[in-house]
C-alpha cells in the first residue's frame, strides 16, 4: 500500500471531469474528452478515484455484470505519483470491489503486463477484440494483424 495520505472516492458527482480528462493526458492514456468520461465512468459497475490534497492523482474503473464478468480498465497515475504504489492500490481496490465474479479481466497497454501479473493477473489465451480503427491500433501493438 502507498504510504502517502490520499483521499478515495467511489462516486463520479465528487470528481471534477477536466481535471480527470487531464489525468488522463498526463497518464498517459490518452486524450479522453470529459464528455467521454461521464460516459464511461457512469456506465461502469465500479470506480475509484485519488486524490492527493486538492489535485486528483489517480483514477481506475470495472465493468461488471453482477456474477460473471467484471472488466477494469483505464488504470491512471499521475506521473509525479508513478512508481509509489498507487496503481496497485486502485488495481486491488477495483479486484475487491469486484470480488465474487467468475472472471476477473483488464485491458492494459503493451509492456505492462509485468505490473499485471505481479497482481496475480495471468496472459489470457482466447481474447479478441474490434477496435474503431484496427490499423491504429496494430501499429500501437494492441492487435496482431490477420493472417
Not at 470528481?15 to 492514456?29: F, G, K, T
Not at 456506465?43 to 478515484?49: E, G, K, V
Not at 483514477?59 to 497515475?77: E, S
Amino acid at each position: 500500500m502507498t504510504s502517502e495520505n490520499h483521499t478515495w472516492t467511489h462516486r463520479l458527482d465528487e470528481v471534477d471531469l477536466d481535471e480527470l480528462s487531464r489525468l488522463y493526458l498526463l497518464a498517459p492514456l490518452g486524450n479522453k474528452p470529459p464528455e467521454a468520461l461521464a460516459t464511461v465512468f457512469g456506465n461502469s459497475r465500479y470506480m475509484c478515484f485519488v486524490h492527493a490534497g486538492d489535485v486528483l492523482v489517480g483514477a481506475g474503473r470495472a465493468l461488471a455484470d453482477g456474477v460473471d464478468c467484471a472488466c477494469i480498465a483505464d488504470v491512471a497515475v499521475h506521473p509525479e505519483h508513478q512508481g509509489r504504489g498507487l496503481g496497485s492500490d486502485i488495481v486491488r481496490r477495483l479486484v475487491r470491489l469486484a470480488e465474487g465474479h467468475k472472471k476477473i479481466i483488464l485491458y492494459a497497454a503493451p509492456g505492462t503486463e509485468g505490473f499485471y501479473r505481479g497482481l496475480g493477473f495471468l496472459h489470457m489465451n482466447t481474447a479478441m477484440g474490434l477496435w474503431s480503427d484496427p490499423q491504429r491500433a496494430v501499429g500501437m501493438g494492441l492487435l496482431r494483424p490477420a493472417d
